[in-house]
């Protein structure tokens, strides 16, 4: 007699992750449509564009609308690398028409401020044309890891940025500033929400990968700038993003964003007596919500009445 094969009811990995994917896509999604839809001739206050603002200013919102310019290479090449992945590739999808949005404001502002020309802004845009971006992992799960990094690294930049319009009274700046680091940042919980999902369901692998990547981690597109070396250092001078602030504040927060016990933190690179300051902060931050569950969920049994104050003695003296 032959043995009939019943199909497996349990879902592969990968299937499992894919799920997961698809579903914080939907929740991207609608949230996306509900909260953050912005319009570059609509949502700007383009009136308050200045020509006040310094140079330095002009110069690395130039640089970054450079590293935006690469988009059509940043939407091809991954989602060709995730094609089949329902979830990630509608989010690609999604996330190029935002990121194309981020190209065309910054370069709107630096004409409507009259910080560039036309003539200016294609030459520029000259000296890139030829450069194309590779990817700089080739497994879908390093790259949702550089991603991950890289948006908030990105997020990161317009809102130092944004404090430095700010402080320059440029308000169309500062306003435009303030949806594209939304956008950057909802692009960054979309990463790390997947990547969540690989730490639930490969832990090792996904380790290993955090710690490969983060070793290994540049922002997109320095290779391809021609003049990056000194737009990188104007950055840096201005306080912007750096050697430092990578370390400070993207590599140690998104570890500890991530959620991941004291043994994962060390195998992720994170040197052993900072790994132990993070895990124990951790655990004491887990105990008290521990704790603030239980009162909230328990009332206390009620206690004896509360003693009557005891009568005084009076000493007559005689
Ligand atoms: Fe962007
Ligand atoms: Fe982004």
Known sequence: MTPTIQPSRIKSVTAQIEDIFFENYLK??????????WSIYHDIPWDKASNDSSDLTADIVQSFSAVE?????????????????????????????????????????????????????????????????ELPFDHPRQMIIYTMIQELATGLNYTNLRRRAEEEGDGALTGLLKWVSADEQAHYNFFRKGVKAYLALEPEET?????????????PAQYQIPDWDERGKQIEAA??????????????????????????????????????????????????????????THSLPSGPAPLRPAGRITIVSR
């Open 28 to 37: 991207y999604f609608k949230n996306a449509e509900a909260k953050r839809r």
């Open 239 to 296: 306080g912007i993003y750096g050697p430092m602030i990578y370390v400070k504040k993207i590599r140690i927060p998104i570890l500890n964003d991530l959620g991941i016990d004291r043994k994962q933190l060390k195998a992720a690179g994170v040197p052993s007596h900072l790994a132990d300051q993070m895990a124990d902060r951790a655990e004491e931050k887990a105990e008290d919500a521990d704790a603030a569950t239980f009162d909230r």
């Open 207 to 219: 380790v290993a990968d955090l710690k490969y990547v983060f070793d290994n981690f540049a922002m």
């Open 69 to 133: 310019m690469f988009l059509p290479d940043y939407t091809s090449k991954i989602m060709e690398l995730v094609r089949r992945s329902r979830g990630r590739a509608w989010f690609q999808s999604n996330w190029g028409y935002e990121e194309s949005k981020h190209s065309m404001v910054l370069e709107e502002w630096l004409l409507r401020s009259g910080k560039r020309t036309e003539e200016q802004i294609k030459e520029f845009e000259r000296t890139l044309l030829g450069a194309e971006w």
